[in-house]
Nanobody, 120 residues
């Protein structure tokens, strides 16, 4: 049974930082691309960042230079370091297991999500 457990969300002021974590179980973590997606009220879910098994990364244009995705295969965990947060980053952030290990196509497994709110 695949489980993805996100943590690290919360309320932060504009310009602040948060680090999200997603702990995975029930999958061969080191063989799959991992991704972070987000969904704000009234919006579609969108890709924020993803990382392949070789460490190749992709980012949404809106977060480039501010967010960094990384993975620790020994801990079956993927991280999203978010700096210089803006109110428009407010959303529920979801972890996703990719369909493969070498591209950025999202898979069918999702975490429960963690709320990130950027507000003064």
């Amino acid at each position: 049974q695949v489980q993805l457990v996100e943590s690290g969300g919360g309320l932060v002021q504009p310009g602040g930082s948060l680090r999200l974590s997603c702990a995975a179980s029930g999958i061969n973590f080191s063989s799959r691309t991992m991704g972070w997606y987000r969904q704000a009220p009234g919006n579609q879910r969108e890709l924020v960042a993803a990382i392949t098994i070789r460490g190749t990364t992709t980012y949404a244009d809106s977060v480039k230079g501010r967010f960094t995705i990384s993975r620790d295969n020994a801990k079956n965990t993927v991280y999203l370091q978010m700096n210089s947060l803006k109110p428009e980053d407010t959303a529920v952030y979801y972890c996703n297991v990719g369909k493969s290990g070498w591209d950025f196509i999202q898979g069918n497994y999702w975490g429960q999500g963690t709320q990130v709110t950027v507000s003064s």
